[in-house]
């Protein structure tokens, strides 16, 4: 906390900057500075943000700390200008206080550490210059003229091989997850700067939920803003079997020819009449071509991606569109382990 010079300590700077922050409050230009300065909450705020930030430099490698920067830069345009003054409706120091507690929380983030491994965050900040027309009339971007594409991507500072192997394969399936979810999934990206797109603010997160020595599971979580009716939120989960050195297959967890496919696209297709009949026309299948619905279930239930492995039981959850409209996506479908002992494979540890 940068503390106001001593010989600036007049009372009447003790009135109205009694509370410093991160920044020089005697300098304070914008309104949001300055509401900062002049309440204890959000300057305590400040300091923790503060620090979080600090942390995660500290703990990066050297050639991250331009990026590092750059996200932080990033999300002070953004803090401003999601907090203006003058909104009866939303007082600037309570949408600082909000804003601030998001920005904390995703800090605190980006050093996590799991059975003695770390693992801390890549910012990756891209732009692309927009058209003329790439942008509607009215609407507002994360860098004004650019498109945005913004990632943080876990890594692990170790060399040994399994390490490495994993660095590259949560890269490779972020870069696929965002190509999914917001290009051409038959024309694979090769990397980030291919996935930039005028006109468009996309957001893309990986965070590693957890690594119980031999697998790490993480969720890649992507939010497209192609500035049109709404932005959409996607997510897909990644689990990487460390000692094998390639991604979770659904052999791992199930039994081969057991029938627990056809048995959990069964159980999907009950939970999902019971779950979107009402709002789809009496029939949540008229969602879907012809035909089409047996397929689409066929894909969920046999893809890790839409899995989340929780101690509760095995989850399945919906990416919008996927099984119905924006707003009608359902609740995760969750399955008690006991309902699948007799799929699982006899090697699988239940997650604790």
């Known amino acids: 906390m940068r503390k106001t010079p001593l010989a600036l300590s007049l009372p009447f700077l003790l009135c109205t900057l009694a509370h410093a922050a991160s920044f020089d409050c005697t300098k304070a230009k914008t309104v949001q500075e300055k509401a900062i300065c002049v309440s204890p909450q959000l300057s305590a705020a400040d300091d923790q943000m503060a620090a979080a930030y600090k942390a995660w430099l500290a703990a990066a490698q050297p050639d991250w700390a331009a990026g590092i920067r750059q996200n932080q830069l990033v999300w002070l345009r953004t803090r401003d200008a999601s907090c203006p003054a003058g909104d009866a409706n939303n007082p600037i120091e309570s949408c600082l206080g909000n804003i601030y507690k998001l920005r904390i929380d995703e800090l605190q983030q980006m050093v996590q550490h799991f059975a003695g491994v770390t693992f801390v965050s890549q910012a990756i900040t891209l732009t692309a210059r927009d058209t003329p027309d790439s942008v509607p009339a009215g609407m507002s971007e994360i860098t004004p003229g650019f498109g945005t594409l913004e990632a943080l991507l876990p890594q692990v500072g170790l060399t040994a091989p399994q390490w490495a192997a994993w660095n590259h394969a949560v890269e490779n399936a972020a870069i696929q997850a965002v190509n999914t979810f917001t290009g051409d999934a038959k024309k694979p990206a090769q990397d980030w700067s291919s996935l930039v797109l005028p006109g468009v603010d996309d957001v893309m997160t990986v965070s590693v939920d957890g690594f119980d020595g031999k697998m790490v599971s993480a969720t890649i979580v992507n939010d497209y803003d192609g500035h049109g009716a709404h932005p959409v939120e996607n997510s897909a989960k990644f689990y990487w079997m460390l ?23 069964q159980r999907l297709d009950s939970y999902l009449h019971k779950a979107l009949d009402a709002q789809s026309d009496g029939n949540y299948q008229s969602w879907f071509p012809q035909g089409g619905a047996a397929t689409a279930l066929q894909g969920i239930v046999t893809n890790p991606g839409d899995w989340n ?42 997650p604790q």
């Not at 390639?246 to 081969?256: G, M, N, S, T």
């Not at 989850?315 to 479908?333: E, G, K, L, R």
Request: aromatic fraction near 16%; include cysteine.
């Open 243 to 265: 000692d094998k050195q390639r991604a979770l297959k659904p052999e791992d967890v199930f039994l081969p020819n057991s029938g627990w496919d056809t048995w959990m696209e």
């Open 309 to 350: 492995l929780q101690p509760v039981g095995f989850s399945i959850f919906f990416q919008p569109y996927q099984v119905a409209c924006y707003a009608c996506t359902p609740d995760p479908m969750i399955i008690p382990w006991s309902d699948l002992k007799p799929y699982l494979q006899p090697g699988f540890v239940l």
